[in-house]
């Protein structure tokens, strides 16, 4: 089952890691995303925010994400990740930015399974892991729609998702 608290914590998190960021040149984009782990071991679809903080000190974009997976009931996942991301210059493609990136994951499992008369099962466990990432954005002024790769490995659990989304600039 969705729990709020889980979303309005990554969001407020998201916005914590920009505001000691936001300096002169400093430009923020932040948008959902969707997306589904393909060949990984959750195998489930998700829903996420994107955020991409440029700032002119940095050669990298830096990327928080949340993603909350829809799993069945009893088991909860959902994965906080801080990235970097470095442009390709590919000037045949004025419009289309290619990226690549890596960083790190923090993935949550919780599960909570009842067996009716037999009583119950629960348990969580944290990961922490390496993400990498390619992918490509359109620049469309203000508004970025994004499609990428990323393979995220993190212990016992390793994720190999596809993701679409759509960022808007709010600085810059």
Do not use: C, W
Request: aromatic letters at 8%; hydrophobic letters at 45%.
């Amino acid at each position: 089952m969705f729990k709020p608290r889980i979303l309005v914590a990554a969001v407020g998190l998201s916005f914590l890691l920009s505001v000691p960021s936001v300096g002169q040149g400093t430009t923020i984009d932040i948008g959902p995303r969707l997306g589904a782990d393909v060949l990984g071991d959750v195998e489930e679809v998700f829903l996420g925010l994107d955020v991409r903080l440029g700032i002119p000190a940095l050669p990298v974009a830096v990327n928080p994400t949340f993603d909350y997976y829809l799993t069945d009931s009893g088991f909860d996942f959902y994965q906080l990740s801080v990235n970097a991301l470095l442009n390709i210059n590919a000037p045949g493609m004025p419009t289309i930015s290619p990226y690549v990136g890596a960083g790190l994951g923090i993935a949550r499992t919780s599960v909570d399974i009842d067996l009716g008369g037999f009583g119950s099962v629960s348990g969580d466990d944290t990961d922490i892991g390496i993400n990498l990432i390619g992918g490509g954005s359109i620049d469309a002024g203000s508004f970025h729609p994004f499609a990428q790769v990323q393979v995220t490995l993190l212990g016992d659990i390793n994720l190999i998702s596809a993701t679409v989304g759509a960022l808007f600039r709010i600085k810059g």
